[in-house]
Protein backbone atom coordinates (compact mmCIF):
# COMPACT_ATOMS: atom_id res chain seq x y z
CA UNK A 1 0.00 0.00 0.00
CA UNK A 2 1.33 3.46 -1.08
CA UNK A 3 1.16 5.51 1.49
CA UNK A 4 0.57 9.65 0.93
CA UNK A 5 2.79 12.15 1.47
CA UNK A 6 1.23 14.96 4.21
CA UNK A 7 0.75 17.90 3.16
CA UNK A 8 2.92 20.88 5.32
CA UNK A 9 0.04 22.26 7.70
CA UNK A 10 0.04 26.14 7.69
CA UNK A 11 1.79 26.68 10.47
CA UNK A 12 4.91 24.63 9.16
CA UNK A 13 4.94 26.62 5.99
CA UNK A 14 7.81 28.59 5.67
CA UNK A 15 7.02 32.79 5.20
CA UNK A 16 8.64 34.65 2.21
CA UNK A 17 12.05 35.25 3.16
CA UNK A 18 12.70 39.32 2.89
CA UNK A 19 9.45 40.10 4.90
CA UNK A 20 10.38 37.69 7.29
CA UNK A 21 14.48 38.95 7.47
CA UNK A 22 12.45 42.69 7.88
CA UNK A 23 10.11 41.81 10.77
CA UNK A 24 12.94 39.59 12.79
CA UNK A 25 15.18 42.95 12.59
CA UNK A 26 14.33 43.98 16.20
CA UNK A 27 14.91 40.62 17.51
CA UNK A 28 18.19 40.10 15.92
CA UNK A 29 22.01 40.19 17.93
CA UNK A 30 23.84 42.90 16.94
CA UNK A 31 26.07 40.39 14.46
CA UNK A 32 22.78 39.00 13.01
CA UNK A 33 21.36 42.07 12.26
CA UNK A 34 24.24 43.24 10.59
CA UNK A 35 24.00 40.09 7.91
CA UNK A 36 20.39 40.90 7.62
CA UNK A 37 20.74 44.74 6.67
CA UNK A 38 23.57 43.89 4.07
CA UNK A 39 21.10 41.09 2.48
CA UNK A 40 18.26 43.53 2.39
CA UNK A 41 20.25 46.42 1.00
CA UNK A 42 20.96 44.57 -2.03
CA UNK A 43 19.46 41.05 -1.74
CA UNK A 44 20.55 40.21 -5.77
CA UNK A 45 24.03 41.08 -4.90
CA UNK A 46 23.71 38.32 -1.59
CA UNK A 47 22.49 36.08 -4.48
CA UNK A 48 25.41 35.95 -6.56
CA UNK A 49 28.08 36.38 -3.71
CA UNK A 50 30.10 33.87 -1.82
CA UNK A 51 30.15 33.49 1.50
CA UNK A 52 33.53 34.89 1.98
CA UNK A 53 32.14 38.31 -0.18
CA UNK A 54 29.32 38.61 2.03
CA UNK A 55 31.49 38.09 5.10
CA UNK A 56 33.39 41.00 4.11
CA UNK A 57 30.44 43.01 2.88
CA UNK A 58 28.47 42.07 6.06
CA UNK A 59 31.95 42.65 8.47
CA UNK A 60 30.72 39.01 9.99
CA UNK A 61 32.61 35.58 10.31
CA UNK A 62 31.58 32.81 8.23
CA UNK A 63 29.88 31.16 11.30
CA UNK A 64 27.81 33.87 11.81
CA UNK A 65 26.25 33.81 8.55
CA UNK A 66 25.93 30.33 9.05
CA UNK A 67 24.25 31.00 12.69
CA UNK A 68 22.22 33.84 10.70
CA UNK A 69 20.68 31.36 8.27
CA UNK A 70 20.02 29.04 10.65
CA UNK A 71 18.27 31.71 12.64
CA UNK A 72 15.92 32.01 9.65
CA UNK A 73 14.78 28.65 9.06
CA UNK A 74 17.22 27.17 6.71
CA UNK A 75 20.15 24.83 6.76
CA UNK A 76 22.90 26.70 5.18
CA UNK A 77 24.30 29.14 3.05
CA UNK A 78 23.62 27.40 -0.49
CA UNK A 79 19.46 27.13 0.65
CA UNK A 80 19.51 30.75 2.30
CA UNK A 81 20.55 31.75 -1.48
CA UNK A 82 18.00 29.34 -2.89
CA UNK A 83 15.12 30.88 -0.90
CA UNK A 84 16.38 34.47 -1.05
CA UNK A 85 16.36 33.96 -5.18
CA UNK A 86 13.09 32.52 -4.92
CA UNK A 87 11.73 34.93 -3.06
CA UNK A 88 12.91 37.72 -5.26
CA UNK A 89 11.38 35.77 -8.31
CA UNK A 90 7.96 35.16 -6.73
CA UNK A 91 7.44 39.00 -5.36
CA UNK A 92 8.34 40.33 -8.77
CA UNK A 93 9.49 43.31 -6.62
CA UNK A 94 12.49 45.34 -7.18
CA UNK A 95 15.83 45.03 -4.82
CA UNK A 96 15.86 46.95 -1.86
CA UNK A 97 18.69 48.89 -2.97
CA UNK A 98 17.41 49.43 -6.94
CA UNK A 99 17.18 53.10 -7.30
CA UNK A 100 13.61 54.16 -9.06
CA UNK A 101 12.54 56.90 -11.52
CA UNK A 102 9.83 59.53 -10.27
CA UNK A 103 9.28 61.90 -7.58
CA UNK A 104 9.45 61.47 -3.83
CA UNK A 105 5.52 61.41 -4.30
CA UNK A 106 5.95 58.09 -6.43
CA UNK A 107 8.62 57.02 -4.61
CA UNK A 108 5.92 56.74 -1.17
CA UNK A 109 3.07 56.06 -2.87
CA UNK A 110 5.37 52.70 -4.45
CA UNK A 111 6.91 52.20 -1.19
CA UNK A 112 3.10 51.58 -0.17
CA UNK A 113 2.13 49.24 -2.64
CA UNK A 114 5.44 47.36 -1.87
CA UNK A 115 4.04 47.14 1.59
CA UNK A 116 0.84 45.62 1.11
CA UNK A 117 1.87 43.21 -1.48
CA UNK A 118 4.78 41.49 0.80
CA UNK A 119 1.90 41.69 4.04
CA UNK A 120 -0.11 39.90 1.62
CA UNK A 121 2.22 37.30 0.97
CA UNK A 122 3.57 36.95 4.45
CA UNK A 123 0.30 36.28 6.08
CA UNK A 124 -1.74 32.72 5.03
CA UNK A 125 -5.27 32.75 3.91
CA UNK A 126 -5.83 29.90 6.74
CA UNK A 127 -4.12 32.30 9.42
CA UNK A 128 -7.07 35.05 8.33
CA UNK A 129 -9.35 32.47 7.89
CA UNK A 130 -8.56 31.05 12.09
CA UNK A 131 -8.87 34.85 13.29
CA UNK A 132 -12.02 36.48 11.47
CA UNK A 133 -13.40 32.48 12.92
CA UNK A 134 -11.80 33.29 16.47
CA UNK A 135 -13.59 37.25 16.07
CA UNK A 136 -17.30 35.68 14.70
CA UNK A 137 -16.98 33.40 17.62
CA UNK A 138 -15.97 35.90 20.57
CA UNK A 139 -18.92 36.69 22.83
CA UNK A 140 -16.80 40.32 23.24
CA UNK A 141 -14.00 41.85 21.40
CA UNK A 142 -11.80 44.13 23.23
CA UNK A 143 -8.83 46.07 21.21
CA UNK A 144 -5.34 46.86 22.97
CA UNK A 145 -3.12 49.29 21.56
CA UNK A 146 -1.40 53.07 22.26
CA UNK A 147 0.03 55.67 20.27
CA UNK A 148 -0.48 56.07 16.96
CA UNK A 149 -1.46 52.05 16.38
CA UNK A 150 -4.81 53.40 18.15
CA UNK A 151 -6.31 54.85 15.12
CA UNK A 152 -5.84 51.30 13.86
CA UNK A 153 -7.65 49.68 16.69
CA UNK A 154 -9.83 52.16 16.58
CA UNK A 155 -10.81 51.60 12.95
CA UNK A 156 -10.98 48.09 13.63
CA UNK A 157 -13.82 48.38 16.26
CA UNK A 158 -16.30 50.92 14.45
CA UNK A 159 -16.04 48.34 11.56
CA UNK A 160 -16.69 45.20 13.59
CA UNK A 161 -19.53 47.59 15.22
CA UNK A 162 -21.06 47.44 11.51
CA UNK A 163 -21.09 43.78 11.73
CA UNK A 164 -23.17 43.40 14.88
CA UNK A 165 -19.47 41.68 16.88
CA UNK A 166 -19.48 43.35 20.16
CA UNK A 167 -16.25 45.46 20.16
CA UNK A 168 -14.73 47.89 22.61
CA UNK A 169 -11.44 50.50 21.88
CA UNK A 170 -10.58 52.73 24.63
CA UNK A 171 -8.11 54.85 24.31
CA UNK A 172 -6.95 55.10 28.18
CA UNK A 173 -4.31 52.77 28.79
CA UNK A 174 -5.65 52.37 32.72
CA UNK A 175 -9.08 51.68 31.43
CA UNK A 176 -7.60 48.75 28.55
CA UNK A 177 -5.98 47.26 31.80
CA UNK A 178 -9.12 47.24 33.89
CA UNK A 179 -10.63 45.81 30.93
CA UNK A 180 -7.97 43.12 30.12
CA UNK A 181 -8.52 42.04 34.14
CA UNK A 182 -12.19 40.95 33.42
CA UNK A 183 -11.67 39.06 30.34
CA UNK A 184 -12.41 35.84 30.48
CA UNK A 185 -12.91 32.39 28.37
CA UNK A 186 -15.21 32.87 25.32
CA UNK A 187 -13.87 36.67 25.14
CA UNK A 188 -10.84 37.70 22.81
CA UNK A 189 -8.17 40.32 23.49
CA UNK A 190 -6.91 41.92 20.13
CA UNK A 191 -3.39 43.35 20.61
CA UNK A 192 -2.43 45.81 18.02
CA UNK A 193 1.31 47.18 17.58
CA UNK A 194 4.01 48.30 15.58
CA UNK A 195 7.25 47.12 17.32
CA UNK A 196 5.53 44.01 18.79
CA UNK A 197 6.91 45.55 22.68
CA UNK A 198 4.89 48.13 23.47
CA UNK A 199 4.82 47.64 27.51
CA UNK A 200 1.03 48.47 27.83
CA UNK A 201 -0.37 46.46 25.36
CA UNK A 202 1.93 43.81 25.73
CA UNK A 203 0.81 43.78 29.66
CA UNK A 204 -2.81 43.84 28.70
CA UNK A 205 -2.58 40.80 26.42
CA UNK A 206 -0.56 38.79 29.05
CA UNK A 207 -3.31 39.74 31.25
CA UNK A 208 -6.01 38.84 28.90
CA UNK A 209 -4.47 35.48 28.29
CA UNK A 210 -4.00 35.02 31.81
CA UNK A 211 -8.18 35.05 32.43
CA UNK A 212 -8.44 32.43 30.10
CA UNK A 213 -9.43 35.10 26.78
CA UNK A 214 -8.52 34.33 23.23
CA UNK A 215 -5.15 36.57 22.21
CA UNK A 216 -4.99 37.75 18.84
CA UNK A 217 -2.22 40.38 18.17
CA UNK A 218 -1.21 42.09 14.65
CA UNK A 219 2.46 43.14 14.24
CA UNK A 220 5.23 44.57 12.14
CA UNK A 221 8.24 42.20 14.13
CA UNK A 222 8.00 38.75 13.97
CA UNK A 223 8.39 37.14 17.51
CA UNK A 224 8.40 39.82 18.86
CA UNK A 225 7.10 39.82 22.72
CA UNK A 226 3.44 40.59 21.92
CA UNK A 227 2.92 37.23 19.78
CA UNK A 228 4.25 34.94 22.48
CA UNK A 229 1.50 36.09 24.56
CA UNK A 230 -1.01 35.12 21.21
CA UNK A 231 -2.49 32.51 20.19
CA UNK A 232 -2.63 33.91 16.47
CA UNK A 233 -0.65 36.50 15.36
CA UNK A 234 -1.22 38.67 11.90
CA UNK A 235 1.74 40.62 10.34
CA UNK A 236 2.21 44.01 8.83
CA UNK A 237 4.94 44.62 6.39
CA UNK A 238 7.81 45.75 8.37
CA UNK A 239 9.04 48.31 6.02
CA UNK A 240 9.88 52.12 6.58
CA UNK A 241 10.00 54.99 4.11
CA UNK A 242 13.59 55.49 4.39
CA UNK A 243 13.45 58.94 4.05
CA UNK A 244 12.30 59.61 8.00
CA UNK A 245 12.01 57.35 10.97
CA UNK A 246 8.14 57.35 11.11
CA UNK A 247 6.51 53.94 10.02
CA UNK A 248 4.18 55.28 8.05
CA UNK A 249 3.85 52.58 5.96
CA UNK A 250 3.01 50.12 8.75
CA UNK A 251 -0.48 52.19 9.26
CA UNK A 252 -1.27 51.72 6.09
CA UNK A 253 -0.98 47.44 5.78
CA UNK A 254 -2.10 47.44 9.19
CA UNK A 255 -5.89 48.70 8.12
CA UNK A 256 -5.40 46.44 5.03
CA UNK A 257 -5.31 43.48 7.21
CA UNK A 258 -8.18 45.18 8.98
CA UNK A 259 -9.99 45.29 5.96
CA UNK A 260 -9.37 41.87 4.66
CA UNK A 261 -10.63 40.50 8.26
CA UNK A 262 -14.11 42.91 7.66
CA UNK A 263 -14.51 41.94 4.27
CA UNK A 264 -14.41 38.12 4.72
CA UNK A 265 -16.98 38.11 8.11
CA UNK A 266 -19.32 41.02 6.02
CA UNK A 267 -19.60 38.41 2.58
CA UNK A 268 -19.90 35.17 5.10
CA UNK A 269 -23.29 36.41 6.56
CA UNK A 270 -23.73 38.85 3.33
CA UNK A 271 -27.70 39.16 3.69
CA UNK A 272 -27.47 40.02 7.81
CA UNK A 273 -24.56 42.43 6.78
CA UNK A 274 -26.63 44.44 4.08
CA UNK A 275 -29.07 44.46 6.68
CA UNK A 276 -27.36 46.28 8.70
CA UNK A 277 -25.49 48.65 6.93
CA UNK A 278 -29.52 49.68 4.91
CA UNK A 279 -30.79 50.18 9.08
CA UNK A 280 -27.59 52.35 9.66
CA UNK A 281 -27.36 53.90 7.04
CA UNK A 282 -31.14 55.01 7.30
CA UNK A 283 -30.69 56.49 10.56
CA UNK A 284 -27.37 58.13 9.75
CA UNK A 285 -29.21 59.79 6.76
CA UNK A 286 -31.91 61.69 8.71
CA UNK A 287 -28.42 63.57 10.49
CA UNK A 288 -27.56 65.02 7.40
Not at 19 to 36: C, D, F, Q, V
Not at 73 to 81: M, P, R, V
Not at 118 to 123: A, C, K, M, P, S
Not at 194 to 200: A, L, N, P, Y
Request: proline letters at 4%.
Amino acid sequence: MVKRRAKPSPADAKPPLIPYMKGLLPSLNPTERLIAECVLADPERAISSSIAQLKDAAGASVGAIVGFCRRVGLKGFADFKIALARDLAQSGLPAGGAQQDGSLFEDVFRFHGQSLTETLRINSQESFERVAHALERARRIEFFSIGLSYSVAYTAYCKFLLLGLSATAHFDSHIQLINATQLKSGDLAFGISVSGTTRETVQCMQVAKAKGATTVCLTNAMKSTITLCSDHSLYASPGEIKYFQAPLASRVTQLAVIDALFVFLALKHKNRTAERLQQSAEELQKRR
